[in-house]
């Protein structure tokens, strides 16, 4: 990752300090200008629409059926110490590898 790179050296937020869990499906994960961001077309519990996610002030981001992440969207994750967990729909299976 370039140093110095949107000042993500700087932002760090305690985990006591977070809001803990986004649950997001059935759409498209990825870093846009810097910001993690959810595309859906719906058809879940979530409406159709673009959506930021606040990756600094989360604990794990839950990805359910449908959903794809971009190699960016996981480095941002990774940095902000923020994880990502694979479930299955209604939450029958669940794949992780924390940090």
């Not at 992440?69 to 729909?89: F, P, Q």
């Amino acid at each position: 990752m370039l140093a110095g790179r949107l000042g993500l050296e700087k932002a760090r937020v305690p985990h006591a300090d977070r809001h803990g869990v986004v649950w997001l499906e059935r759409g498209r994960l990825e870093v846009e200008a810097g910001c993690l961001r959810f595309v859906t077309a719906g058809g879940g519990d979530l409406a159709a629409g673009d959506y930021q996610v606040p990756h600094q002030t989360i604990s794990i981001v839950l990805l359910g059926p449908g959903s794809s992440v971009t190699h960016d969207a996981l480095r941002l994750l990774a940095r902000h110490g923020c994880a990502l967990a694979a479930i299955g729909e209604g939450a029958v299976r669940f794949y992780t590898a924390p940090p």
